[in-house]
């Protein structure tokens, strides 16, 4: 890999670094620091006798180490027990600004909405030191704590623990620690014309429960972004977790180098779409195997979900599955959507369009034996996995175009 790529971490010129990767060319500490600014000196593992939770250590946002290095003078991040149940002992997810030294994930909060809090840093309209008031943001249902959360076969893409921040990580955040949720959790009503139309059609019932005579229908929902475990997304993917990381880093153009510099930890924030998740009915009979369950996973399609293209037909898979999930929750069971937000099973609408014309333009035209082979053709991708956050492990009904096994 060009050494142009690796840089110098938390340093100023002062500071002695340990460099631990082949990769880490030495250089001189100021050309490859930007506004080089002394960082406070850290003291290791330092806690409250009382509660045995670090005290938080600030660095200023004038401070800007292009990447940060395993064992390098002031870097202490706050450990992380991936898995573990008690979430005492498993340990907040850090990635904010406010806590470089003592940050545990690779990456940064929202996702690849991230760009546009710098956006609004650059122009002035937010404070870099902002910390969001967090006062009546809980869960307004319950969801877990399930089995799932304690098996890091089963919860690698997502922290189990992100919609309940100022629940279980209250006394850290009252010390005055950045700890950002990655899930919220809320109730609404969807308000679908299909549902109209199902209901006139008398496919559907109005229960004023589940369904209201308006067609609109009561969900619960969960938005979630995406919190990565490296060394479980690598045994998924049956590469190892080295591989994984520099892949990660050469296909970003070396957006992330802690990926590289870091391998202590363990976790990273991934600037792509999260997903939501829609629940029609009680969401804690979503783990009994007694109670009925539909389930769709859907991949985000703007052009069909929003706009009704006619190349595309996802919306009425989508719909369908809303259908069905609505009567098994009048049932007495539960429906649930996974809504991913990676376009077309992670192309994005340039190359989903590219695809488009490919099928349009092939000879015969356009047909369903081919679409596969036209979308390998000009993407190469495939999907992969769904969470099992909610503790679903078994489908009694699910709402695929195809059959596919997904485990839970």
Not at 223 to 243: D, G, K, M, N, Q
Not at 291 to 313: K, Q
Not at 363 to 388: H, I, L, M
């Amino acid at each position: 890999m060009p050494p142009a790529i690796v840089a110098s971490g938390l340093l100023d010129e002062t500071m002695t670094i340990k460099r631990v990767h082949s990769l880490d060319e030495p250089k001189s500490p100021t050309s490859t620091t930007m506004n080089t600014i002394d960082s406070p000196v850290k003291k290791k593992g330092r806690k409250d006798k009382d509660d045995e939770i670090p005290q938080p250590e600030f660095t200023t946002t004038e401070h800007i180490p292009i990447t940060t290095h395993t064992n390098a003078f002031g870097v202490d991040p706050v450990p992380v027990l991936w898995s573990h149940p008690n979430p005492q002992i498993r340990g907040p997810i850090i990635s904010t600004v406010r806590h470089a030294a003592q940050r545990n994930a690779i990456g940064a909060h929202q996702g690849s909405y991230c760009i546009y809090t710098g956006l609004a840093v650059a122009a002035g309209k937010l404070d870099p030191d902002y910390v969001p008031n967090l006062k009546g943001t809980s869960p307004v249902f319950k969801i877990g704590p399930h089995p799932s959360w304690a098996d890091p076969k089963k919860i690698s893409a997502l922290d189990p623990f992100g919609h309940a921040t100022t629940e279980v990580y209250g006394d850290w955040l009252k010390k005055g620690w950045d700890i950002r949720p990655t899930m919220a959790v809320t109730q609404a009503h969807l308000d679908l014309p299909e549902c109209r139309e199902a209901l006139a059609a008398g496919r559907l019932k109005a229960d004023g429960k589940i369904l209201k005579a308006s067609g609109q229908s009561i969900v619960s929902k969960a938005a979630i972004e995406p919190v990565w475990y490296l060394p479980e997304i690598a045994r998924r993917f049956e590469t190892t977790e080295t591989h994984l990381r520099r892949s990660i880093f050469r296909m970003t153009n070396g957006m992330y180098p802690e990926l590289i510099t870091r391998p202590d930890i363990k976790v990273f924030l991934p600037p792509i779409g999260g997903l939501t998740i829609y629940i029609w009915g009680d969401p804690e009979t979503i783990p009994d195997e007694n109670i009925e369950l539909t389930c769709r996973v859907h991949d985000e399609c703007n052009g069909s979900d929003v706009f009704g293209s006619d190349i595309c037909t996802c919306r009425p898979y989508l719909t369908h599955a809303i259908e069905e999930c609505i009567k098994t929750a009048q049932k007495g069971g539960c429906g649930i959507v996974i809504y991913f937000r990676k376009e077309g099973r992670s192309l994005g609408e340039v190359t989903k369009y590219l695809v488009y014309n490919t099928r349009k333009r092939q000879e015969g035209g356009d047909s369903a034996e081919r679409y596969f082979e036209c979308t390998e053709q000009v993407a190469g991708k495939y999907q992969w996995n769904t969470p099992p956050w909610t503790g679903v492990h078994i489908h009694t009904q699910l709402c695929f175009v195809q059959i596919v096994a997904i485990v839970f």
